[in-house]
């Protein structure tokens, strides 16, 4: 399996890192198309740069030792600074050019100690530039409030559990059926330093913008844009 990581903050500071994209988000990103399985993004960060398919990459460095799982390489996320650019997104389009209805994005993570957010990823149904501002899910992690969604107002997501700084853990996030009324999505996470998947939530339908009961998923992107804002 390839790789993909994300690592955020760093003590007062805001980092996020990935490694192993999909099967774990150091592993592979699959979006799945009319029924069958598609692979819009795998990059394991193993060659020593980005794949080709990531769009933006604002901020975000490539790491040489530390990765999850006895792997090296991982992609870092700089700190907070307010509304500027610390993203790294793709598109969903080369699987499914006209959005995915269903997918999921699978990878490691990995956050330090620090007073801001230290996770956040947008799921978002714009067809425009890949960014921070368009979100349609908001999903974020903090020592406040733990795992939650915006939807007008924060809502906290029980079951998940609380995360170790310093410690990798894999996350997918998977929508089911956008583009129709039944448009919801879900999470699973392991313990720290595990493979599988030990706590879930399903079913959830907070949407910050973009309407996924009438619109498909666009692109994806882990931001550090916002911080506790």
């Known amino acids: 399996m390839s790789t993909f990581r ?29 029924g069958k399985a598609q692979v819009a993004l795998e990059d394991s960060f193993e060659s020593g ?13 490539l790491e040489t030792s530390g990765g999850a799982r006895g792997t090296a390489n991982f992609a870092r996320l700089a700190a907070y600074t307010a509304m500027t650019g610390r993203e790294l997104g793709a598109r969903f389009d080369a699987a499914a050019p006209n959005g995915a209805k269903d997918f999921f994005v699978d ?27 368009r979100a349609s899910v908001n ?21 998940l ?19 129709t009324a039944a448009a919801r999505w879900a999470v699973d996470l392991s313990a720290a330093g595990g ?11 907070w949407y910050q913008n973009g309407t996924p009961t009438a619109n498909p998923a666009r692109f994806f ?7 506790n804002s």
């Open 6 to 34: 994300i690592i955020v903050p760093d003590h007062k500071r805001t980092v996020v890192e990935f490694s192993r994209w999909c099967c774990l988000l150091c592993w592979a990103l699959l979006p799945i198309n009319l």
């Open 49 to 61: 740069s980005f794949a080709g398919e990531w769009e933006q990459k604002a901020g975000v460095t």
């Open 107 to 133: 990878f490691y993570f990995r956050t330090q100690n620090t007073t801001q957010r230290q996770f956040n990823l947008h799921v978002s149904t714009s067809t425009g530039a890949i960014g921070s501002s």
């Open 139 to 159: 999903l974020k992690y903090d020592t406040t409030d733990g795992w939650a969604a915006f939807s007008t107002a924060w809502h906290l997501i029980p079951g």
């Open 161 to 179: 559990g609380k995360i170790t700084p310093g410690k990798w853990y894999r996350l997918r996030v998977s929508g089911q059926d956008w583009g």
């Open 195 to 205: 493979t599988n998947f030990i706590n879930s939530a399903t079913n959830l339908t």
């Open 221 to 227: 992107v882990f931001t550090t844009v916002y911080g």
